[in-house]
């Protein structure tokens, strides 16, 4: 080969070297220029692309409940308060089943630890291992460190004052909503608003920074009327009442006629809110609001105020109730005990059906039935609370003579206790009505009329001649405070007519008589012990309340008014 040939080869090897040199240059500057590109753009330019690549990655949304808001009573004390717990969960595939402080966390729960650890074992996806942990032992659980643990807050409504209370406030279900009683009537107002927070977690399951935070809103707090020591008082009075009696259920109400204010509302028999797991629904129902019976002779009082009233009647006109039973339109009516001739004070104070119904038959059907409207009968129910009852009050129109002798004695007409209550308030008062509230009410309250004010008196007389020696209740007195009230014993109604082994006992009051502070109202359902008039078996639990309550209403007694061994005798009539 010549010099000039392996020359040329030369050059030609060096060209070709030379271009792979700058080729492998290019692609290595290339390759350089677009990591500098894609850094640029990672960090300048898609940097909120991938940090929300990364979030979605390592961030949790998590819900935030909210508290519920506090029932208090008229005194700042805690019905309904909601306890703050946490649940927790755990992630199988982040936790082991041989985990060594796996024991330590299981004694925590409260949880056998080879259940636990089955538990784990046979899980696939992320469950729950125990809900209701109080703070402390959450924190304690947190403080071990496992891996794929989570924790939710939840809250746990308590009640304080257990079943004394619960037929009135009723109850929350699982998601904190509420089912029965105020719980429910005011759950909008109870209920928060709940929030979410936006945490970031590790590989596992570990909270470790929080990006955004929308707070929860508690629940407003509400308070009551009710004085939780009166509520206390009424109900054990009305739950011993119910088993001595062998009843098949108690009432009683507590106002104050003078604002109105519901102080206390008791059903027997009553159910622990607090274990609800428990719960019998025969037990739920608030009988004081949601049952309607026939009030019986607690209903005289307002056929002789509207005689009174029209001018018809005054307190010493006389009727004459021999032989102690009364025709009308074939039917017959009948006194306890044959009485004689009575004024209309005696007519009342030994609870004749008789005079009862010869004064209702003076009186124009329409007139009555207006008084017994503006006394609250047959309106909507005065409490808004689940279950409520208007009672029964028919047309005037469809009464003949009979139904206006009838329900002058409380028969033909239906009432829940509050109506009854309530409506015993025109004769504490100067025989005006107000409304009844479940709520403190700070300013002076305006009564609408009912009767005048010289007739409410004179009634209110009359009343406290039905509670002393001679009337149907002398059981219902209290030492040093005189007592006004009335009885009544109502035949159950069923299919055909009336039955004559099932009652409605009760009684209405108020004391002090001469300054009324109280009225309480008390209905025993079917007594079956041997006793059944109201006289012997409400009017007891009347006085029973009466005393106790003024008593923690610091109500100073009257030393002149004194309460004989002898005056506690087995009461007249109904």
């Known amino acids: 080969m010549s010099t000039r040939t392996l020359a040329a080869s030369s050059i030609l090897t060096w060209r070709a070297t030379a271009w792979r040199s700058r080729v492998v240059l290019m692609f290595l500057w290339g390759g350089l220029t677009a990591v500098m590109v894609k850094a640029f753009l ?33 005194n ?37 630890v080879a259940e636990l650890r089955s538990r784990i074992r046979s899980a696939k996806h992320f469950f729950y291992l125990a809900s209701g942990l109080d703070i402390d032992r959450a924190d304690r659980l947190k403080a071990l460190g496992l891996p794929g643990l989570e924790f939710d807050q939840e809250f ?7 079943e004394a209370l619960s037929n009135v406030i009723g109850f929350t279900d699982l998601s904190d909503l509420g089912q029965e009683g105020l719980e429910r009537a005011m759950d909008r107002q109870l209920r928060g608003t709940a929030g979410a927070e936006r945490v970031l977690v590790d590989r596992r399951n570990q909270v470790f ?39 098949k259920g108690a009432a009683a109400v507590v106002l104050d006629p003078r604002s109105g204010e519901v102080l206390a509302l008791a059903n027997a028999p009553s159910f622990d809110p ?24 607690t209903l005289k009082p307002f056929a002789i105020a ?11 006109t006389t009727f004459q109730t021999a032989p102690g039973q009364m025709s009308i339109s074939g039917r017959v009516i009948r006194d306890s005990h044959a009485h004689g001739l009575l004024t209309v004070s005696e007519i009342l104070q030994k609870s004749s059906n008789i005079g009862t119904a010869q004064i209702a038959l003076r009186i124009p059907a329409q007139t009555l039935h207006e008084h017994y409207r503006a006394a609250g009968f047959g309106l909507g129910p005065p409490l808004s609370l689940p279950g409520a009852v208007a009672g029964r009050l028919r047309p005037w129109q469809s009464w003949v003579a009979i139904d206006q002798a009838t329900i002058s004695y409380g028969h033909g007409i239906a009432v829940s206790l509050v109506q009854l209550a309530r409506s015993y308030s025109v004769f504490a008062r100067e025989g005006d009505i107000v409304p009844v509230s479940l709520h403190p009410v700070s300013t002076p309250v305006v009564g609408s009329p009912v009767f005048s004010a010289r007739t409410a008196a004179a009634v209110r007389e009359m009343l406290e001649l039905a509670t002393g020696p001679g009337g149907t209740a002398p059981k219902a007195q209290i030492q040093g405070f005189r007592v006004a009230g009335k009885t009544g014993t109502a035949h159950k109604p069923e299919r055909g007519g009336y039955s004559k082994t099932r009652f409605i006992a009760s009684f209405v009051g108020f004391v002090p008589a001469d300054q009324p502070r109280l009225v309480i109202a008390v209905m025993i359902d079917e007594p079956s012990a041997g006793q059944h008039y109201g006289g012997d078996v409400a009017a007891p639990v009347f006085a029973q309340i009466a005393s106790e309550s003024l008593r923690r209403l610091q109500m100073s007694p009257n030393p002149s008014v004194r309460v004989l061994p002898s005056a506690l005798a087995l009461g007249e009539g109904t």
Do not use: C
């Open 42 to 74: 990672l960090q300048h330019v898609h940097v909120e692309q991938w940090q929300k690549r990364a979030e979605v990655r390592y961030e949790r949304q998590r819900d935030l409940p909210a508290s519920r808001g506090r029932l208090l009573d008229r």
């Open 76 to 112: 700042g004390t805690v019905l309904a308060v909601s306890i703050p717990e946490m649940r927790v969960g755990v992630s199988p595939k982040l936790l082991s089943a041989d985990h060594p402080k796996l024991k330590q966390a299981a004694d925590i729960l409260g949880q056998p």
């Open 156 to 162: 746990r409504r308590h009640y304080p004052f257990g």
């Open 209 to 247: 920074g929080a990006r955004q935070n929308d707070p929860a809103k508690p629940g407003e707090d509400v308070q009551l009327s009710i004085d939780a020591g009166l509520q206390s008082v009424a109900y054990q009075a009305a739950k011993a009442a119910m088993v001595s009696h062998k009843a």
């Open 274 to 297: 607090n274990q609800r797991q428990r719960l019998d629904p025969n037990r739920v129902r608030n009988r004081a609001v949601a049952d309607s019976f026939e009030p019986g002779s």
């Open 306 to 316: 509207t005689a009174m009233d029209a001018g018809l009647v005054r307190p010493n």
